[in-house]
């Protein structure tokens, strides 16, 4: 009984933890070429900091000119950061930003 109960336990928590980690890759951003502004903005949307920081980097780009020039999907690439979920990366990307963002309604 008491192997009974411990095996009850251990499937309970194995699906708890696959769940979760089935849950947290739901997030899958490809990137479809090897533009410079497409590293860009996957690292954006993945959130991690130190990799967006990276991507910048290595791109030989100004986080200003960042901020300021590169959009990913139709968006400027701190709203698309945010519409990603990764708000700390859109918080410095904003932190940068020059120009203020420009709407155009029609009429």
Same mark, same amino acid.
């Given at each position: @009984? *008491?192997?009974l109960k411990v095996l009850a336990t251990t499937?309970?928590? &194995? &699906?708890v933890?696959? $769940?979760g980690s089935a849950m947290a890759d739901t997030k899958h951003i490809q990137a479809t070429n090897n533009s410079?502004?497409?590293e860009i903005c996957v $690292?954006?949307? *993945?959130?991690?900091? @130190? *990799?967006? &920081?990276?991507?910048?980097s290595e791109s030989r780009l100004s986080m200003k000119k960042v901020a300021d020039v590169?959009?990913?999907n139709g968006l400027d690439i701190a709203s698309f $950061?945010?519409?990603?979920?990764a708000n700390k990366v859109a918080k410095k990307?904003? &932190?940068?930003?020059?120009?203020?963002?420009?709407?155009?309604? *029609?009429i």
């Open positions: @009984m *008491k192997t499937i309970a928590l &194995s &699906s933890t696959l $769940a410079v502004s497409t $690292a954006a949307a *993945k959130g991690k900091l @130190m *990799k967006f &920081s990276q991507a910048v590169v959009s990913c $950061a945010q519409e990603q979920g990307i904003n &932190s940068y930003r020059t120009q203020p963002t420009q709407y155009i309604a *029609k």
